[in-house]
């Protein structure tokens, strides 16, 4: 006897996807009506609402994957042409997660992180650790809460912001990433014990090698889930013109249209508005630097 239900994919692995229903958690294969023709994308990934049939000895197929309302996503050139691999689909928030100090916070990566969330229409939590270890974390994340981001200052040590993002964690699909050291399995740990532990053991076996079997999956957590994205260090804006640069920039956005030209770079031209808007302080030094890198097409 068989019967229907819908679902959440909390974990993938080789072929099997392992969906959280109303009946429970069923281990699911894809219906082959699903596999015809050429795949350009994953059909099925981690996130994603599917319906399924649960089959008489307790394992199910899913018949259709519900359309995505966002994703994070990485392109993988192969020889038969571009494909798109699927880290994550809706999430709600991505949060990156950087440490005050040990290590030095790499701020230009953060905002590559920020310029591929704002591209895919992700909202952007930024968790500044390890706030115990410098006297004001302000100095080094202070100019992204300056330009609308939400940024939590958060200390495992002494115990605080962690309420707060608890809060924001709460009842959502949170994509977490983040270098190495941070101490986010230390954060995780603190707002549940075990799942730091738990995450991490996941991230080891999907970082061993191109050879390694990965698995992706995502916990849960005081209603909804936590997933690690180690994926997000090699997401690159290959696909990404020039002259796109400036609008997954919130402070510089609003600046192009005011600039003379149309084609304008933001570097050298006369009546640039960016320009004009730096030279009076408005905008971060810091952030027009990794602006103009990432426009030169350098992803670091």
């Known amino acids: 006897m068989t019967k229907t239900a819908q679902g959440l994919i909390i974990k993938a692995q080789s072929g099997f996807f392992w969906v959280e229903t109303g009946a429970g958690l069923i281990v699911c294969q894809l219906r082959g009506k699903l596999k015809?023709?050429?795949?350009t994308s994953d059909i099925a990934a981690l996130g994603d609402k599917v319906d399924i049939t649960i089959l008489?000895?307790?394992s199910g197929m899913i018949d259709s994957v519900h359309e995505r309302k966002?994703?994070?996503?990485?392109?993988?050139?192969?020889?038969?042409?571009?494909?798109q691999q699927v880290l994550l689909a809706n999430p709600?928030?991505?949060?990156?997660v950087f440490a005050c100090a040990n290590p030095r916070p790499k701020l230009r990566m953060l905002d590559r992180f920020l310029v591929i969330a704002e591209k895919?229409?992700?909202t952007a939590l930024i968790v500044a650790n390890k706030t115990d270890l410098v006297e004001d974390a302000k100095d080094s994340f202070g100019m992204y809460a300056a330009i609308g981001y939400h940024v939590i200052y958060t200390s495992t040590k002494n115990k605080t912001g962690l309420e707060e993002l608890r809060k924001q964690l709460q009842n959502k699909i949170s994509a977490f990433a983040g270098p190495s050291g941070v101490g986010k399995s230390s954060l995780l740990n603190a707002l549940q014990p075990g799942l730091g532990l738990a995450v991490n053991e996941v991230s080891a076996a999907m970082n061993k090698g191109r050879h390694t079997t990965v698995i992706r999956q995502m916990f849960p957590f005081e209603g909804g889930y936590v997933a690690d994205t180690?994926?997000?260090?090699s997401l690159g804006l290959w696909d990404t013109e020039p002259e796109e640069i400036d609008a997954y920039f919130p402070?510089?956005?609003?600046?192009?249209e005011q600039c003379q030209f149309s084609d304008?770079?933001?570097?050298?031209?006369p009546g640039c508005a960016v320009l004009k808007a730096l030279k009076e302080g408005k905008i971060c030094p810091e952030r027009y630097e990794s602006f103009v890198r990432l426009r030169s097409g350098k992803q670091t």
Not at 36 to 39: R, V
Not at 92 to 96: N, P
Request: hydrophobic share 30%.
């Open 36 to 39: 015809q023709g050429k795949a």
């Open 56 to 58: 008489g000895d307790g």
């Open 70 to 83: 966002q994703l994070i996503a990485r392109l993988d050139p192969r020889p038969g042409g571009v494909y």
């Open 92 to 96: 709600d928030q991505a949060v990156f």
């Open 120 to 122: 895919q229409q992700i």
């Open 230 to 233: 180690p994926g997000w260090k």
């Open 251 to 256: 402070e510089l956005r609003g600046l192009v």
């Open 264 to 269: 304008c770079t933001h570097q050298h031209e």
